[in-house]
């Protein structure tokens, strides 16, 4: 009787369409939950988007006042370019270019100046940095920068916006477009329009910008260079940093835009190319919504605006009742869910790590599952515990055939239904024998015989199998092997080699029994083998058969006439590759046979007595 025949076993017993009926039940009510819980999902992904939405307006208007506000003044400069470099202009009549230039500056009231340079770095100069336009004409030759603006123009083909710089007689920096002037293939010089950042920071402080929106324009990561109200901010300027950088300016939030704490990303609703993120200072958060500007001056502008997301209050605080309800429903949903389920999962799940336990050959460490209430899941644990039961008495069985034929052998018979059917492969037969085992023997008595063999047997056994080697015979004190049948081996020939080797090595290495000293001659040979079951019918047994096997015991005995230990045929040698190192002994007639046979030694530390008397 089985063990779990002893078990109590429960009148009454559940179905499992009871246990789904229930489970479904609390399927639904999380699914309405779930439902619940996405809705206020995206309910407050549309409201952070109308954030972010709100923004980017914010930034539209921004970008499209720069575009004007630059626009002009780079369309002017180009304008002016024109007029010099096609000579409608001369550009040697500086009271001529001096009323052009002032003209121009009335014409754009957001240009701060207007520079024509020369190749020689010579200026007319008008610009509107006082209250009245003011014109200048001299050398400035010496000043570094300006033969730097005049050498960098030389090089360019086309107008561009170069790097902002700072002004020290109004304290200002500036943004400035520069094209270069050329005639009939001439550099001439440069013309370059200057606009002032404080008009920039002050169209910013002059938007609308409903909830608390904040515009900002940076040029690259760090540097300030519009914002509202920062002309009245006092930071300092210079012409090595022209701008504020964002440490400098008042505002706590946009210091922390490009931090990395307390950061998630801000969808912009049909706004690409916008960016944006949220990220939350002093316990509250704020949107950004930003983009790239690229082309006007080396770095990138960016053009973005951010404000609370919380300014949007009574929306989230609709959103927080209906999200607090949907939780309550939510937890309560879990706690059944979660007492049913680990009722009905607990049998299954014992099932599964015993399963586990049956597929990693565990067997003896699997304990019989319990009955259950469940009719299905109890059946399904008493034919568990029957196969259990069953895979436990053929793995008896299998160990214990294991014990008479190799294990590979009997992992074969097992599997063909108790025969294993004829099969013909090269095979690579080893045959081992004992040196001068008859006079070792006459000096024992038979049970010490028998231990020693034994021993010997354990020893020599080990590296066989090891080496992918299936034992056929115990002959006495001699051993049959192949490699390659009935488990296919490539590597067949050089195994059995290696195999030899490290039988030297552990016979000369130790001594058998009491204290006796033991050497092994080794026939190593490759050739086509038949094996199978064979017998009668009540009784069975593995064999090869072949020539080519009879004649690794030929070569073996050859190692008494030769005084060595390994002797490997030189069918085996082709196929070992270079593995190991041979050295031909002869072609030696085999007694019974009309062909004969080419052996070689195996050379190397592991048979240093290969010359030593049999």
């Given at each position: 009787?089985?063990?779990?025949?002893?078990?109590?076993?429960?009148?009454?017993?559940?179905?499992?369409?009871?246990?789904?009926?229930?489970?479904?039940?609390?399927?639904?009510?999380?699914?309405?939950?779930?439902?619940?819980?996405?809705?206020?999902?995206?309910?407050?992904?549309?409201?952070?988007?109308?954030?972010?939405?709100?923004?980017?307006?914010?930034?539209?208007?921004?970008?499209?006042?720069?575009?004007?506000?630059?626009?002009?003044?780079?369309?002017?400069?180009?304008?002016?370019?024109?007029?010099?470099?096609?000579?409608?202009?001369?550009?040697?009549?500086?009271?001529?270019?001096?009323?052009?230039?002032?003209?121009?500056?009335?014409?754009?009231?957001?240009?701060?100046?207007?520079?024509?340079?020369?190749?020689?770095?010579?200026?007319?100069?008008?610009?509107?940095?006082?209250?009245?336009?003011?014109?200048?004409?001299?050398?400035?030759?010496?000043?570094?920068?300006?033969?730097?603006?005049?050498?960098?123009?030389?090089?360019?083909?086309?107008?561009?916006?170069?790097?902002?710089?700072?002004?020290?007689?109004?304290?200002?920096?500036?943004?400035?477009?520069?094209?270069?002037?050329?005639?009939?293939?001439?550099?001439?010089?440069?013309?370059?329009?200057?606009?002032?950042?404080?008009?920039?920071?002050?169209?910013?402080?002059?938007?609308?910008?409903?909830?608390?929106?904040?515009?900002?324009?940076?040029?690259?990561?760090?540097?300030?260079?519009?914002?509202?109200?920062?002309?009245?901010?006092?930071?300092?300027?210079?012409?090595?940093?022209?701008?504020?950088?964002?440490?400098?300016?008042?505002?706590?939030?946009?210091?922390?835009?490009?931090?990395?704490?307390?950061?998630?990303?801000?969808?912009?609703?049909?706004?690409?190319?916008?960016?944006?993120?949220?990220?939350?200072?002093?316990?509250?958060?704020?949107?950004?919504?930003?983009?790239?500007?690229?082309?006007?001056?080396?770095?990138?502008?960016?053009?973005?605006?951010?404000?609370?997301?919380?300014?949007?209050?009574?929306?989230?605080?609709?959103?927080?009742?209906?999200?607090?309800?949907?939780?309550?429903?939510?937890?309560?949903?879990?706690?059944?869910?979660?007492?049913?389920?680990?009722?009905?999962?607990?049998?299954?799940?014992?099932?599964?790590?015993?399963?586990?336990?049956?597929?990693?050959?565990?067997?003896?460490?699997?304990?019989?599952?319990?009955?259950?209430?469940?009719?299905?899941?109890?059946?399904?644990?008493?034919?568990?515990?029957?196969?259990?039961?069953?895979?436990?008495?053929?793995?008896?069985?299998?160990?214990?055939?294991?014990?008479?034929?190799?294990?590979?052998?009997?992992?074969?018979?097992?599997?063909?239904?108790?025969?294993?059917?004829?099969?013909?492969?090269?095979?690579?037969?080893?045959?081992?024998?004992?040196?001068?085992?008859?006079?070792?023997?006459?000096?024992?008595?038979?049970?010490?015989?028998?231990?020693?063999?034994?021993?010997?047997?354990?020893?020599?056994?080990?590296?066989?199998?090891?080496?992918?080697?299936?034992?056929?015979?115990?002959?006495?004190?001699?051993?049959?092997?192949?490699?390659?049948?009935?488990?296919?081996?490539?590597?067949?020939?050089?195994?059995?080699?290696?195999?030899?080797?490290?039988?030297?090595?552990?016979?000369?290495?130790?001594?058998?029994?009491?204290?006796?000293?033991?050497?092994?001659?080794?026939?190593?040979?490759?050739?086509?083998?038949?094996?199978?079951?064979?017998?009668?019918?009540?009784?069975?047994?593995?064999?090869?058969?072949?020539?080519?096997?009879?004649?690794?015991?030929?070569?073996?005995?050859?190692?008494?006439?030769?005084?060595?230990?390994?002797?490997?045929?030189?069918?085996?040698?082709?196929?070992?590759?270079?593995?190991?190192?041979?050295?031909?002994?002869?072609?030696?007639?085999?007694?019974?046979?009309?062909?004969?046979?080419?052996?070689?030694?195996?050379?190397?530390?592991?048979?240093?007595d290969e010359t030593m008397p049999v």
């Amino acid at each position: 009787m089985n063990q779990t025949e002893h078990q109590y076993q429960p009148e009454a017993r559940w179905s499992i369409a009871t246990a789904l009926t229930w489970g479904f039940a609390s399927l639904t009510i999380t699914a309405v939950a779930a439902v619940l819980y996405f809705s206020l999902q995206g309910g407050v992904q549309n409201t952070r988007e109308l954030v972010a939405d709100q923004c980017a307006l914010l930034v539209d208007s921004v970008i499209e006042r720069v575009n004007e506000h630059l626009g002009l003044a780079k369309a002017q400069t180009k304008y002016l370019a024109q007029l010099i470099t096609t000579g409608y202009l001369d550009r040697g009549d500086t009271d001529e270019l001096v009323r052009v230039l002032t003209a121009s500056l009335a014409m754009a009231p957001q240009i701060a100046s207007v520079n024509f340079f020369d190749a020689n770095a010579r200026v007319v100069r008008v610009d509107r940095f006082t209250k009245d336009i003011a014109a200048e004409i001299g050398d400035w030759s010496h000043d570094a920068n300006v033969v730097d603006i005049v050498r960098e123009a030389r090089a360019a083909l086309e107008g561009y916006w170069g790097d902002v710089f700072y002004i020290p007689d109004i304290d200002d920096a500036v943004v400035n477009f520069r094209a270069p002037l050329r005639r009939n293939g001439e550099y001439i010089g440069v013309l370059v329009t200057t606009v002032s950042t404080q008009d920039l920071s002050r169209y910013l402080g002059d938007l609308y910008v409903p909830n608390d929106t904040v515009a900002f324009i940076l040029v690259g990561q760090e540097d300030v260079l519009a914002y509202p109200n920062l002309q009245e901010q006092r930071t300092s300027r210079s012409e090595s940093s022209p701008l504020p950088r964002l440490g400098d300016i008042g505002d706590p939030v946009l210091r922390r835009i490009w931090s990395k704490e307390d950061v998630t990303p801000m969808a912009i609703a049909r706004r690409p190319g916008y960016e944006g993120h949220a990220l939350k200072h002093d316990n509250e958060r704020y949107g950004f919504v930003y983009e790239y500007l690229y082309g006007i001056g080396p770095l990138p502008w960016i053009v973005g605006g951010y404000m609370s997301v919380e300014s949007m209050g009574d929306v989230f605080k609709r959103l927080k009742l209906a999200g607090l309800a949907g939780v309550v429903v939510l937890v309560l949903a879990a706690i059944a869910v979660l007492g049913f389920g680990r009722a009905l999962s607990r049998p299954v799940l014992r099932l599964t790590n015993a399963a586990d336990e049956v597929r990693q050959g565990r067997l003896q460490t699997v304990s019989p599952l319990p009955p259950s209430r469940l009719r299905e899941l109890n059946s399904a644990a008493e034919t568990f515990n029957e196969m259990v039961d069953g895979l436990r008495d053929r793995e008896m069985m299998r160990e214990t055939f294991g014990k008479f034929v190799p294990e590979s052998i009997a992992d074969a018979i097992l599997a063909d239904r108790g025969t294993l059917r004829p099969q013909t492969r090269i095979t690579t037969t080893l045959f081992t024998d004992i040196v001068g085992f008859s006079t070792v023997s006459e000096a024992m008595d038979p049970k010490r015989l028998i231990a020693t063999l034994n021993e010997y047997f354990e020893a020599v056994v080990e590296p066989i199998e090891r080496n992918g080697g299936v034992i056929h015979q115990f002959q006495g004190d001699a051993i049959l092997a192949t490699y390659n049948l009935p488990v296919e081996d490539p590597e067949h020939a050089a195994r059995a080699v290696q195999t030899a080797i490290e039988i030297q090595e552990v016979t000369r290495a130790r001594t058998f029994g009491e204290g006796v000293m033991l050497a092994t001659r080794v026939g190593i040979n490759t050739g086509a083998a038949v094996c199978g079951t064979v017998g009668a019918q009540g009784r069975l047994g593995f064999t090869v058969h072949g020539d080519q096997v009879n004649l690794a015991a030929r070569i073996e005995q050859m190692n008494k006439e030769l005084g060595t230990r390994i002797l490997v045929a030189e069918s085996t040698v082709k196929l070992t590759g270079s593995r190991f190192e041979f050295r031909r002994v002869g072609e030696l007639p085999i007694r019974g046979r009309r062909q004969s046979v080419v052996v070689y030694r195996v050379i190397g530390p592991h048979n240093p007595d290969e010359t030593m008397p049999v």
